[in-house]
Structures are given as C-alpha cells and as structure tokens.
C-alpha cells in the first residue's frame, strides 16, 4: 500500500532564507509523486510532478524537488522564501495514476 | 476554459439529514475523483469515475455514502443521515483520462453537521 509521511507539520523560515519541506513514501511500485500548495481559502494547486524521467523535478514559483530512490524521499526546496509562499504543502504519491494518496501537510510560515 | 467548480460552497445541516454535493469538472476531462478533508489532515480519497463508471469505490466510509455521474460531466456525492464525524471539506478533481497524473481541484464544499 502506498503512503506518505510529511516530517514536519509547522516549518517556520525568514523571508529571503531557503525552504525545506520533507516528505518520505512508501509505495510497492514506481511511484508518481508531487506536492500540491494550498492558500488560505484557496483550492489546491499543482507545484511539481515526478513521473520517472528526470530526479531533479523544477516546478512553479522556484519549487523543486528530488526524487531519492534509496532514501525513498521527495523533499521540497526553494532558494530563497517569499512571504506569499506562506501556505499548506502537501506530499502525494500515485502509483497508477488515479487515486492520489496525501501527506498530512506542512504549514509554512514566512518571517518578514 | 473554466476550472472545477463545486456546489455548495458550504453547507451546514442537521445530523441525520441528507445532503448532496455537485461538481461539474472542466469540459472534455473525462476522469472524476472525489476526496474528503477533514480538519488538520491530509485528502483522503473516496471514489473516482472514468465516463459515468466508478472502477474505484474503496474509499468511500460507509453505505451511507454514495456517488454517481452523468452524461460524463456532472457528479453529486451524497451523504445519507449525516453524522458529525462526516463534517470536513468535500474535493472534487478532474483530469484528462484516468491514469493522467495531473489533477485539478476545485474550491470544494464545507459541510458541517450540528
């Protein structure tokens, strides 16, 4: 069965400083995974997919992410925070690409 | 052309009422899924269909819970005597076919059940 753990349910980050959201899986086959961000009153958005091509995945708004077989992870970084990336990032796993199974969530605050 | 949109945005009701949510996906997505989000968690799937079919019902809770789709567009999830616990954030994704990995969202439905 496939799941997702998300390490931190709060991540706290100055703006200007990088972002580190983490999440491990677990899944019986080669997994498709992304994240999705979620703002306030807001529906959810794609940020990034890794469907076996490149382990390196860049997606929206500077986001990527690196798929690590051997450490079954996909964390999520950025360079350098925004205080508009202030939201709830979610972790997903897809093993046939229909139902999609989500992390608990990481809720990023940015500092000014 | 447009997103996903779902119907009611909110919905409060009394606790063995019935209840009925409806998304219409965005045009020409022939795959449908709904999800529940309850407060503080992570999605949780329900049921997902391809045309008007439902190949995946595992997860939704109980019988009390049922969905259907017509004509390959519209979906009505329905909640048969409403408990408290089945208070949560109802998403409903579309996406081009079944087994296409990106889907898209919309606003969802937040029912509370008194």
């Known amino acids: 069965a496939q799941s997702v753990t998300q390490l931190d349910s709060h991540v706290s980050v100055s703006e200007g400083t990088p972002v580190l959201l983490r999440c491990n899986y677990s899944?019986?086959?080669?997994?498709?995974l992304f994240w999705y961000v979620q703002h306030p009153n807001k529906g959810l958005q794609l940020l990034l997919k890794?469907?076996?091509?490149?382990?390196l995945v860049k997606g929206i708004n500077g986001f990527e992410a690196e798929f690590k077989k051997s450490e079954t992870s996909f964390h999520l970084t950025k360079p350098s925070a925004h205080m508009s990336d202030a939201a709830e990032y979610f972790c997903?796993?897809?093993?046939?690409?229909?139902?999609?199974?989500f992390g608990a969530g990481t809720i990023l605050r940015v500092k000014s | 052309g447009a997103g996903v949109s779902q119907s009611p945005s909110n919905k409060v009701t009394e606790k063995g009422k019935d209840v009925e949510l409806r998304c219409d996906p965005i045009?020409?997505?022939?795959?449908l899924y709904w999800y529940r989000q309850r407060l503080g968690q992570g999605l949780e799937f329900l049921i997902y269909?391809?045309?008007?079919?439902?190949?995946?019902k595992s997860g939704l809770p109980s019988d009390r819970f049922s969905a259907e789709r017509t004509g390959e567009s519209v979906s009505t999830l329905t909640i048969q005597r409403t408990q408290q616990e089945d208070s949560a954030v109802y998403l409903c994704?579309?996406?081009?076919?079944?087994?296409?990995?990106?889907?898209?969202f919309g606003p969802g439905t937040r029912l509370t059940v008194l």
């Open positions: 994704a579309s996406s081009f076919r079944e087994g296409y990995n990106e889907q898209f």
């Open positions: 899944s019986s086959y080669s997994p498709s």
């Open positions: 890794y469907t076996s091509a490149a382990t």
């Open positions: 997903v796993v897809s093993e046939y690409g229909n139902k999609l199974v």
């Open positions: 045009s020409g997505h022939t795959a």
């Open positions: 269909f391809q045309g008007n079919s439902a190949p995946d």
